[in-house]
């Protein structure tokens, strides 16, 4: 979605008109999160969608409507009618989505949303049945990973979290291979030994990926991993060099029960052997641990496929 505000934030910039249509509540349908938002061209050029299959063309009318006028509109979709359409199988539930026109102080709100540093808010002003209504969009900073080592890998992998929206800052004390046009996936790059950083950037939504290969550059790095509240502590490497990093991390003094937060091998058994397809395992796994997954094929599960993360935005 940061894209969608990139584009819009060109568009406002060059007076272009145009509105956006923005998720702001739904019941019982899995389509999109909370705050996703599209944005319409006066001319009905679309960038992005809310998930609201063949009512998209509804609110793509509406927000052209906006584009003209600078009303915003409430459309309340029904999407149980899409069981006329696809048999029965349809998803059921209804959304809620609010067409706008920026305002003052869009200016801002969109380039902290591309940025993805903080927290971007922006409230959306809307009537529903002629009451004046408020809906705070919050678009919420990118998520981060930070991985050790400056590897072909590491690359690899960060061009896969992007797709995700999360920013990878590698770290690695070793100049010749910290570069920018080694890394070109990697959003920030420190040519700092790990434990010289890593307190200061792991927390308990930070994940650590370890894939140095270089025991002088992994074994810090995992003490700091241990010692903090990350939620994965990933270690690339054989088992012969998973036992050695482990016996290694006992003689310091961790605990049997701390050094098995150890995940590794790093990565889920795709039975991949390429490059790409070895960071496809470990990001499958970041993302399984990250979000409670069981990292088990969805057709041995009998959980709920989608799960909710409505932080995107909050009606006040």
Known sequence: MREVFSNALNA????????????????DAAAAEIGTSMAVSIDGGIDGDVGAGCYESDIVEAARLTAVDGISRLLQIDLSGD??????????????????????????????????????????????????????????????????????????????LQRLDVRTIVVDPRAAFATAERLQAVDEILVKWPDD????????????????????????????????????????????????????????????????????????????????ETALSIVAEVVAKSRGGSGTPLSATERPIHRRDDRMGALV
């Open 12 to 27: 406002w910039r060059a007076n272009l008109p145009f509105a956006l249509a923005t998720l702001v509540a739904r019941q």
């Open 83 to 160: 069981d006329l359409i696809s048999g029965g199988t349809g998803c059921g539930g209804r959304l809620e989505v609010v067409t706008w026109r920026p305002v003052l102080g869009f200016d801002k709100f969109a380039r902290s949303a591309c940025a993805g540093v903080v927290d971007s808010e922006i409230d959306i002003s809307y009537e529903r049945d002629r009451i004046a209504q408020t809906f705070r969009l919050c678009v919420v900073r990118r998520r981060v990973c930070v991985i050790v080592g400056a590897t072909v890998l590491a690359n690899e992998i960060a061009a896969f």
């Open 197 to 276: 950083v890593l307190p200061r950037l792991l927390d308990d939504k930070t994940p650590l990926l370890v894939v140095s290969h270089d025991p002088k550059i992994d074994l810090p790095a995992l003490r700091c991993g241990l010692r903090s509240r990350a939620p994965y502590v990933g270690l690339l490497g054989s088992r012969r060099a998973q036992r050695s990093r482990r016996d290694a991390l006992l003689a310091d003094g961790f605990e049997a029960d701390e050094v098995e937060r150890i995940q590794g091998p790093a990565g889920l058994d795709l039975g991949g052997v390429t490059v790409p």
